[in-house]
């Protein structure tokens, strides 16, 4: 075995063929062919031989097994030296290091023939292993490229998972480290856009290329398809838009600005908006600012009822209490499964959290008027439901939810907006009513009815245009619908006015709570 100093220089002489194999080990730097295995391939094939590509442990990564003892591999990996030679009766065997000394993309690259090496051939190893030195450069340089990425988009996840929580403390903590200011404010627009499955990774890069660093972007995690931008900015709506106009079948919805602890409420309207904007010309929508039935309600009344239906809850340590709720105000605006992916927890232990606040509640969240109601209350609690236009009368008597829903201006809005499907020569007021009452079920509103499943969910697919609301998708939508049939008198309101001490526990263990 013969070994050559690092750093001493091959010769390089004149040679006819030069030029030819020169151009295909260059071909590999193409496009199309950067791979070091296709490099190792060549070489073999070139050099009338076998060769091998070796990691910095030694481990075979290209090519077939060759006879090199483990010091000498040992000795090139080491810098000791740069190249080594081993001949023995039948063989010719030469090895070069591939790159620098413990550097990431360091490897050993060898031939072996059954013929001496000439200038040629020795040449070629030579020049190959700077090549595939290039290559696995290029290769790391992606790999952690994708590894950052990854970080960055779990970061950006994780801050959205904390602003549905209403966390924004936590939120923009972990968002100051990577993207300074980003979330320094107190409102902003969250939109999500929509596009087939397999584009989603470019519709993403696109939409981080147009936010430019003032939006927070992230990759649904309930939706294949979707993108969800949290925007403070009003020219990243903009930019949106112009994007969706140049991408055929792509389509956003945005929310109406909101505070930062309501992004659960204003991802909602974004994917109500979302619903719409499929069937615009342009591919956008924005969420219509509409009248709500809270706004119709005496704000002074709603909010004392909302504070004795959702007391038992006050029996809970604060940050359990936080949990529960945060948890199943996302209950009630998704499925389970997609809450659980948005709050990046299991299904199993939303619905856990859900069957606690439930039971606490003594409520039964079958009933779509319970959820109503329930989606009413903490949503007033949390300070969502709008102001009405005039200041309430005090009250010295508790009102329930049945004289909540008995004013004069909201039993109106509810005949004028269920009024609406009178126009339709089916009964769909009917089909609605059945349906609500049977939990939304298709089968069971059916047999009330004495009609096929399928007519009924036609009928309701008929509601939902008639009434610009989503009705098949739990969520707001849904509960305003449920609210103005309790209000026009088509449903019978729940009971839910659940009995609590009169002394509240200012909190404790939670293996304490007990339901009222």
């Given at each position: 075995m013969a070994?050559?100093?690092?750093?001493?220089?091959?010769?390089?002489?004149?040679?006819d063929g030069h030029a030819t194999w020169a151009e295909e080990l260059l071909d590999q730097l193409r496009p199309a062919g950067r791979d070091p295995r296709r490099v190792v391939a060549w070489l073999a094939g070139a050099a009338h031989g076998t060769a091998c590509l070796l990691d910095g442990t030694g481990t075979l990564l290209a090519g077939a097994e060759l006879p090199l003892a483990d010091d000498v591999i040992a000795d090139l990996l080491a810098g000791r030296f740069a190249s080594a030679a081993l001949q023995?009766?039948?063989?010719?065997?030469r090895a070069v290091r591939v790159g620098h000394p413990q550097a990431p993309a360091a490897g050993v690259l060898a031939v072996s023939r059954a013929t001496p090496f000439d200038r040629r051939t020795a040449d070629m190893l030579t020049r190959a292993a700077a090549v595939v030195e290039l290559l696995l450069r290029a290769e790391d340089t992606t790999e952690t490229g994708r590894r950052l990425e990854q970080a960055a988009s779990a970061l950006r996840l994780a801050i959205l998972q904390l602003l549905m929580v209403e966390d924004t403390v936590s939120a923009r903590r972990v968002a100051a480290g990577l993207w300074p200011g980003l979330l320094d404010t107190d409102t902003a627009h969250v939109y999500v856009l929509e596009a087939h499955p397999d584009e989603r990774e470019r519709l993403t890069?696109?939409?981080?290329?147009?936010?430019?660093?003032?939006?927070?972007?992230?990759?649904?995690?309930?939706?294949d398809g979707h993108v969800i931008v949290i925007a403070p900015a009003e020219t990243t709506g903009r930019a949106l838009r112009t994007l969706v106009g140049a991408r055929p079948r792509?389509?956003?919805?945005?929310?109406?600005?909101?505070?930062?602890?309501?992004?659960?409420?204003a991802y909602g309207q974004a994917v109500s908006a979302l619903a719409l904007a499929r069937f615009r010309p342009d591919g956008t929508a924005v969420y219509a600012e509409r009248t709500h039935p809270e706004r119709l309600m005496d704000a002074e009344a709603l909010r004392a009822w909302a504070g004795r239906l959702l007391r038992p809850l006050d029996t809970l340590p604060h940050h359990t209490r936080a949990e529960l709720v945060a948890t199943t105000r996302l209950g009630l605006e998704f499925t389970a499964v997609s809450a659980a992916r948005i709050l990046g927890v299991s299904r199993n232990t939303v619905r856990a959290r859900v069957e606690r606040v439930e039971a606490l509640l003594g409520a039964d969240f079958s009933l779509l008027t319970v959820r109503a109601?329930?989606?009413?209350?903490?949503?007033?609690?949390?300070?969502?439901a709008p102001e009405p236009a005039r200041a309430p009368a005090a009250r010295s008597r508790q009102v329930g939810l049945d004289e909540l829903l008995a004013g004069p201006a909201l039993r109106t809005w509810a005949d004028e907006l269920l009024g609406r499907l009178a126009a339709?020569?089916?009964?769909?007021?009917?089909?609605l009513r059945a349906w609500t009452a049977a939990g939304g079920n298709a089968e069971r509103a059916a047999q009330l009815l004495g009609v096929h499943a399928q007519t009924v969910r036609e009928h309701v697919r008929g509601v939902e245009p008639v009434l610009e609301r989503q009705l098949l998708a739990v969520g707001s939508d849904l509960y305003e619908v449920v609210l103005a049939q309790l209000a026009a008198g088509d449903l019978e309101p729940p009971v839910l006015e659940p009995l609590v001490p009169e002394t509240t526990p200012s909190g404790g263990a939670e293996g304490t709570d007990r339901a009222p």
């Open positions: 070994g050559r100093q690092d750093g001493a220089a091959p010769g390089h002489g004149a040679d023995d009766e039948t063989r010719h065997v890069a696109e939409c981080l290329d147009a936010a430019d660093g003032q939006a927070l972007v992230v990759r649904c995690p309930a939706v792509t389509f956003l919805g945005g929310s109406i600005r909101h505070s930062l602890a309501r992004t659960a409420t109601a329930t989606h009413l209350a903490l949503n007033t609690q949390a300070g969502v339709d020569t089916r009964d769909l007021r009917g089909t």
